[in-house]
């Protein structure tokens, strides 16, 4: 499985159908389902969880990292408070993804929990990457 996720991390990030999540790879793989996942996660990281498919992101804030990062580590700035940063995760436990993000951003950060599928939602449409993915019907 993680040779799988190795793999799909090759791949350039519009082409990409799903985030790159052990998660949301576990999911469709139908070992388990999401519910049970994110309860796992939950209760290990003792964050909250976010419905992020619920909230307006503010595609500003989505901006103020990297496409690439953001998808890599499969998460998303979605709002901005003050100096308060709210970062959407779907993997808590990636210590390299919060330093990176942390080194990026000079913010008091704030981590949620998201499912996959919401934040690679999310992410296309913060950057515009639904529209792109359609194909051109004008002659």
Same mark, same amino acid.
């Given at each position: ?16 159908? %799903? !985030? #790159?999540? =052990? ?7 139908? /070992? ?5 996942? $994110?309860? &796992? ?23 103020? %990292? !990297? #496409?690439? =990062? ?7 700035? /979605? ?5 308060? $940063?709210? &970062? ?52």
């Amino acid at each position: 499985m993680l040779q799988q996720l190795k793999a799909m991390r090759s791949v350039p990030h519009p082409e990409r159908g %799903l !985030p #790159l999540s =052990l998660a949301q790879l576990i999911i469709n793989e139908q /070992f388990a389902k999401q519910e049970d996942v $994110l309860t &796992v996660i939950l209760n290990k990281s003792m964050l909250p969880y976010l419905p992020l498919a619920n909230y307006d992101v503010d595609r500003e804030t989505a901006s103020l %990292l !990297p #496409l690439e =990062l953001c998808w890599q580590f499969c998460l998303i700035p /979605f709002d901005q408070i003050s100096r308060c $940063l709210l &970062v959407a995760t779907a993997n808590p436990f990636q210590a390299a993804a919060k330093r990176t993000v942390e080194a990026a951003l000079q913010a008091n950060l704030f981590w949620y929990v998201a499912a996959p599928g919401d934040i690679v939602t999310a992410l296309r449409r913060a950057h515009r990457l639904e529209a792109s993915a359609k194909p051109n019907t004008n002659p």
